[in-house]
């Protein structure tokens, strides 16, 4: 069965910081790979996704994830983080049919002074 | 600009009620999707739709039943709201195919009294 784990709930960074949030995907197939960002209150927008090719892959914002299928990872970063970047971010994993997208459970970023 | 938008942000009603959570698209999406959102658990897919009048369970589609019979607008019922069903409900839309992000609306956070 499909599977995504976030294995940090909740990282705290200061401003400037580099950032990495960790992402591992269970899947039996090429996954089709998410990270969307939800800020408070608001629904999700998408960083930035994977399909196949390049396995670093740039999105909006700043950010860039790559992926690893020997690890079967990932993971997002971000070279320096700004405050307004204080959000909850979710990996998600897709079926080639898209019919369902499987969330992990998200890592809530906060960002200090 | 992709929309996807939710017919209230905020929704109180009480146990035993009725629920209509409305959701519209303008971007003539195949597929159509309902979440919900609890803290520490993620986004839980409850049913999604790939065209007018079909629908598929999701993973926890017990309390609620949805409705398609236009393609921009998909709707989650709750025929007999519970206090358990108090949570944020997202509605998302998409082209067919994994190759395609879903689009999200801001969300309606429910509570059931």
């Known amino acids: 069965a499909q599977s995504v784990t976030q294995p940090d709930i909740h990282i705290t960074v200061s401003e400037g910081a580099s950032l990495e949030l960790r992402c591992n995907y269970s899947?039996?197939?090429?996954?089709?790979l998410f990270w969307y960002v939800q800020s408070p209150g608001q629904g999700l927008q998408l960083l930035l996704k994977y399909f196949s090719g390049d396995t670093l892959v740039q999105g909006i914002k700043g950010f860039e994830a790559e992926f690893k299928r020997s690890q079967s990872s990932f993971n997002l970063r971000k070279p320096s983080v700004h405050w307004s970047d204080a959000a909850e971010y979710f990996c998600?994993?897709?079926?080639?049919?898209?019919?369902?997208?499987?969330f992990g459970k998200g890592t809530t970023l906060s960002v200090s002074s | 600009d992709v929309k996807v938008t939710q017919s209230s942000r905020y929704l109180v009603k009480r146990t035993g009620e009725k629920v209509f959570l409305e959701c519209v698209q303008d971007?003539?999406?195949?597929?159509m999707f309902w979440y919900r959102q609890d803290p520490g658990l993620g986004l839980r897919l409850i049913y999604f739709s790939y065209d007018v009048k079909m629908k598929e369970k999701g993973d926890i589609p017990e309390g609620y039943s949805v409705s398609r019979e236009k393609k921009e607008r998909f709707s989650l019922i709750l025929e007999s709201a519970s206090t358990n069903q108090t949570s944020m409900y997202l509605c998302a839309s998409s082209p067919p195919g994994g190759a395609y992000e879903q689009y999200f609306g801001p969300g309606t956070r429910l509570t059931v009294t």
């Open positions: 998600a994993v897709g079926n080639q049919a898209g019919t369902a997208l499987i």
């Open positions: 899947y039996g197939a090429t996954p089709y």
């Open positions: 971007m003539d999406h195949e597929n």
